[in-house]
T-cell receptor
Framework: DVKVTQSSRYLVKRTGEKVFLECVQD?????MFWYRQDPGLGLRLIYF???????EKGDIPEGYSVSREKKERFSLILESASTNQTSMYLC???????????????FGAGSRLTVL | DAKTTQPPSMDCAEGRAANLPCNHS???????VYWYRQIHSQGPQYIIH???NNETNEMASLIITEDRKSSTLILPHATLRDTAVYYC??????????????FGKGTRLSVIA
């Protein structure tokens, strides 16, 4: 089975802290994604990546950056955490673009971040 | 991307078939229909997808109307573990410049004993 592992299930950080959310997949998937999920707003795409060192902005990239130095790892970075970034963060991966499995996403269990 | 319309919630008796509708009247000819579900406190899980023909796998069946303007996800024998939010998404193949999947609010299915 494809596994997408998010490093922390629960995090509590303070306003202004730099926060790293790590995601690792073990099936050699080309695509990786970061979503956040908030009550009443559903899942919203933050950033995604088609390949190593490539990144594309999603719908809500403000306040976030990403890093993809290795194919299996996609990191979400909050340079200076704010209370409105308290949320559930979900990482996903899929096969390469243009292939029928490219929209078949496998999600991690999620990381619930609280910013105080 | 075409948008979808789903009922906000549905109930289904355990052991009966759950039929979840989705309207996608503005779908274009090369857009696929995808279904995902999200069980409470977990990440979304892929169920099935299709373009024109009906599809079946070990989890569910997908029925797409001939004009492709709507579809139905069928869980043939719903169990309590099928209680979840079900998302119907319409999307092109993922290519540079195309938008990845956009998740709406879905249908909250409650399977009742």
């Amino acid at each position: 089975d494809v596994k997408v592992t998010q490093s922390s299930r629960y995090l509590v950080k303070r306003t202004g802290e730099k926060v790293f959310l790590e995601c690792v997949q073990d099936m050699d998937h080309e695509n990786m994604f970061w979503y956040r999920q908030d009550p009443g707003l559903g899942l919203r795409l933050i950033y995604f990546s088609y390949d190593v060192k490539m990144k594309e902005k999603g719908d809500i990239p403000e306040g976030y950056s990403v890093s993809r130095e290795k194919k299996e790892r996609f990191s979400l970075i909050l340079e200076s955490a704010s209370t409105n970034q308290t949320s559930m963060y979900l990482c996903a991966s899929s096969l390469g673009e243009g292939r029928s499995g490219a929209n078949v996403l496998t999600f991690g269990a999620g990381s619930r971040l609280t910013v105080l | 991307d075409a948008k979808t319309t789903q009922p906000p919630s549905m109930d289904c008796a355990e052991g009966r078939a759950a039929n979840l509708p989705c309207n996608h009247s503005t779908i274009s000819g090369n857009e696929y229909v995808y279904w995902y579900r999200q069980i409470h406190s977990q990440g979304p899980q892929y169920i099935i997808h299709g373009l024109k023909n009906n599809e079946t796998n070990e989890m569910a069946s997908l029925i797409i109307t001939e004009d492709r303007k709507s579809s139905t996800l069928i869980l043939p024998h719903a169990t309590l573990r099928d209680t979840a939010v079900y998302y119907c998404i319409v999307n092109l193949l993922l290519l540079s410049g195309n938008t990845p999947l956009v998740f709406g609010k879905g249908t909250r299915l409650s399977v009742i004993a």
